[in-house]
């Protein structure tokens, strides 16, 4: 059984994000950039799932530009059987993505997406949705768990008003949230090996995919910096504060 | 996965290459690119392995920076068409002498020394250089792994072999965790350790192989660096500033340093001081003296109103001539800072650094080309290096810390003015110091504490924030990698004697003494580290040993 993740490359999570002065973006020049944290878990979980020898073949997805490369290398060193980079220098949409990925999947014969739930970068949320929508198969998004047996996953979902356990029918799309798991230290041996794997290239032409008409961003801003905090003595005078300022 | 344990033993995947390079800074980076070309030139194949601590080449590269691009121009002779980072050529430079809080001189060209004319100079990030190199580097076929530290030397029969990389998920007490992961070992025909000022190998290896017996100790400065988004209407690109003096000593030689601030491309303002680490004051807090030195007038007028956007620290050596070790030991030499090949007299390394790497990588492959097995300590690297320009503009500049450590920053800087300008650094005489650095404390009962004034949140921050800003981050749960030989020294001994200067001169608050009288106890933050190393030189019991962490950890500087 094959299976689909879809890595991005994101600003790392250690970076601290600054905006740009003149408002149209953030900083992303000269700032380290890695895969993004989710689709980490995601790679690291399609690896345990080959290892347990629920699928064969992993096959890692990225959409960008050259540095997208470094990306693929991530994602072979963890395990990844092949690499496609479908080589764009547009801002990629969530539904571009996701337009690409449905492609790659129906090209593939693949019985399975993992993907991150969201990317760290625009918080967007909607690929791994869009996939299943585009393909007509089944979600199981926010996975906490997931289990393959046969032509049925069970995917414990991480909801609101706690643990929900859904079964669905392969060919699905399971996007992956925090506590799936913990992805492994990646090896220096397996990075080096990593290097030496040839990665497929394509473009969204070739896959008969048309670009999503770009969202237009107005404006980016920093969010209001903290305002001093306010040191209480006592429970009654934090209780008069919190009162006075409507809040109890 | 591993069920492995501490006790048992480790088995470790080996690979073998031409010449490993530990660090990626501008030596390192140098080195693997010159010896690619060599190879190139030669028609012949090279395997070069290069690894960086950080989580990427760049993440822990911390300069001024003005960059004098002479090695760059040999290196690529066409690195304006490679689009090489450097955008802002120097237009002016400026030499102040700060005699209290409110009051300043401004020199005069003409008393300038010349080493400190920056014409056909540039204000870069040398983060962003190194960045640029990598690529450079990756493209000439040379393997680069970022977020690998170079643990421990590899010595066998007293030939270096090559390094082993730091072994992944290791838990406070040693044991491994679920994911550990054995570092594996890089063997080579020659190794380069390249990893900055006071690497923790290098410091090893000259210790090891005897090769800084016969020469001044290695003198040492603290460098802290902001970078600031201009206020409107204070961007100046090109103007470079220097000063020296006030907050440190202006006719003293106790306490003494210099600062910058460089005017950058992109709105940006550069602004650092550095402290000699010779300083006697235990009370001297160098990161309260930055805070303190931004209120200047002369540095205020472009800070005013503008934005702090990352803060970081770095040792420099810079005892430079005097100091400088052998290069070479069997098997491999040190290149860069980690051999201490900074020019004092210019505040400049960078291109020194480069230099050091290529006149070594000529060397190495010139050997590894005729078909040298390696393993040898290859006296054509100090040979060609005693031919070069860069031993003589060292030896040019040789007086120039001595002399501010001797005469202070007026009348130093006056005797270097006589020798740099009239003599052009060969004044028939030498000037030692020869006191290393963490042995110039006074006793605290001696020394004046210092009443620093309260970060004002705008111009001035506290550690906390700063330590932030520089977006540093270890593992949480991995072995501390500052080293205590005897754990009760900081209470028992550096307490009473020093009033244990590690809580100041650590620029990140590592280290804090909590409690007081018989409940007093040393805290290690390590967490905070920015691979400073500045414990590590200057405790004055010479008990911290900073040790490499889990790789990628430590600070993530962007545009350092």
């Known amino acids: ?248 | 996965m591993s069920d492995s344990q501490p006790n048992q033993p480790i088995e470790r995947d080996v690979m073998e290459y031409d010449v490993v390079i530990v660090g990626g800074g501008p030596s390192g980076l140098a080195a693997a690119i010159r010896l690619k070309q060599k190879a190139a030139e030669a028609g012949k194949e090279i395997s070069v392995c290069l690894v960086e601590k950080g989580s990427e080449v760049g993440a822990h590269i911390l300069s001024g920076a003005v960059f004098e691009p002479r090695s760059l121009n040999e290196l690529f002779p066409n690195w304006k068409e490679l689009g090489a980072p450097l955008k802002t050529a120097v237009l002016r430079d400026e030499l102040h002498m700060l005699t209290s809080e409110t009051a300043g001189i401004k020199l005069p060209n003409l008393f300038v020394p010349k080493t400190m004319h920056n014409e056909g100079n540039y204000v870069i990030s040398l983060g962003n250089l190194c960045r640029w190199l990598e690529e450079q580097a990756v493209a000439a076929g040379v393997e680069i792994y970022p977020g690998f530290a170079a643990q421990e030397t590899i010595v066998e029969d007293g030939v270096v072999k090559g390094i082993q990389v730091g072994d992944m998920g290791i838990d406070r007490d040693g044991s491994h965790k679920p994911d550990f992961a054995p570092g594996i070992e890089l063997r080579a025909k020659y190794t380069l350790f390249a990893e900055g000022c006071r690497g923790h190998l290098g410091k090893r290896l000259l210790k090891q192989f005897k090769l800084d017996e016969d020469v001044d100790p290695q003198h040492y400065g603290i460098g802290i660096k902001e970078v600031w988004d201009a206020p409107a209407g204070k961007h100046r690109p090109g103007l470079v500033v220097h000063g020296a003096g006030w907050p440190l000593d202006v006719l003293g030689t106790g306490n003494t340093g210099g600062w910058f601030l460089y005017h950058a491309d992109n709105n940006q303002i550069l602004v650092g001081l550095i402290v000699d680490l010779s300083y006697s004051n235990p009370y001297l807090s160098p990161f309260d003296e930055f805070q303190r030195l931004k209120h200047h007038p002369v540095l205020k007028q472009y800070l005013e109103g503008g934005k702090r956007l990352s803060y970081g620290a770095r040792a420099i050596a810079k005892g430079g001539f005097n100091s400088l070790p052998k290069m070479v030991f069997p098997g491999g030499a040190l290149i860069g800072c980690d051999l201490g090949t900074m020019n004092f007299s210019k505040i400049k390394g960078s291109h020194t650094a480069m230099k050091s790497g290529m006149i070594a990588a000529d060397a190495y492959a010139d050997a590894l080309l005729g078909g040298n097995a390696g393993g040898d300590a290859l006296q054509a690297f100090p040979e060609v290096f005693k031919q070069s320009w860069l031993y003589d503009e060292l030896y040019r500049s040789r007086n120039f810390g001595p002399a501010i450590h001797k005469f202070g920053a007026l009348f130093g800087g006056a005797f270097n003015w006589i020798d740099q300008n009239i003599f052009g650094g060969k004044i028939p005489v030498t000037l030692h110091d020869t006191t290393p650095d963490y042995a110039t404390l006074k006793l605290a009962k001696d020394s004046t504490q210092i009443a620093y004034p309260k970060p004002d949140g705008k111009l001035s921050f506290d550690k906390a924030s700063s330590v932030f800003m520089s977006s540093t981050n270890h593992e949480e749960h991995q072995p501390v990698h500052l080293k205590l030989t005897d754990p009760s020294i900081p209470i028992a001994k550096n307490l009473p004697l020093y009033a244990e200067p590690a809580q100041r001169y650590c620029p990140v608050g590592v280290y804090e003494v909590l409690g007081e009288g018989a409940n007093a106890r040393f805290q290690i933050n390590a967490q905070n580290c920015v691979h400073c190393k500045t414990c590590d030189i200057k405790d004055p019991s010479q008990n911290i040993t900073w040790v490499a962490p889990e790789g990628s950890g430590g600070p993530n500087y962007a545009g350092m």
């Not at chain 1, 492609?103 to 869009?130: H, P, S, V, W, Y």
């Not at chain 1, 969010?223 to 009654?236: A, E, F, I, L, N």
């Open chain 1, 1 to 248: 059984m094959k299976a689909i993740v879809s890595v991005k490359r994101a600003v790392d999570y250690n970076v601290r994000i600054q905006v740009k002065p003149d408002g149209s973006g953030v900083v992303t020049e000269g700032v380290k950039h890695s895969m993004n944290p989710f689709d980490e878990i995601a790679m690291e979980e399609a690896v345990r799932l080959k290892e347990k020898g629920k699928i064969t073949e992993i096959i890692a997805v990225t959409i960008g530009g050259a540095k997208n490369e470094e990306t693929l290398r991530t994602a072979l060193a963890f395990g990844a059987t092949r690499a496609i980079h479908v080589k764009d220098d547009g801002g990629i949409e969530p539904l571009t993505a996701a337009r690409a990925l449905a492609a790659i999947f129906k090209k593939e014969g693949a019985q399975l997406l993992i993907a991150g739930k969201q990317a760290i970068d625009d918080d967007a949320n909607q690929t791994g949705q869009m996939v299943a929508g585009l393909l007509d198969i089944a979600q199981a998004t926010f996975a906490g768990k997931v289990d393959i047996e046969g032509n049925k996953a069970t995917v414990v979902r991480e909801v609101d008003a706690g643990l929900e356990t859904l079964e669905v029918d392969l060919p699905a799309v399971i996007t992956a949230d925090l506590r799936l798991n913990e992805p492994r230290y990646l090896k220096l041996p397996d990075i080096m090996k990593a290097k030496r794997i040839a990665i497929e290239a394509t473009t969204l032409a070739e896959l008969g995919v048309t670009a999503a008409p770009p969202v237009k961003t107005l404006k980016t801003t920093p969010p209001p910096s903290r305002s001093k905090g306010v040191m209480v003595k006592t429970v009654d005078e934090l209780v008069a504060a919190l009162k006075a300022k409507g809040l109890a």
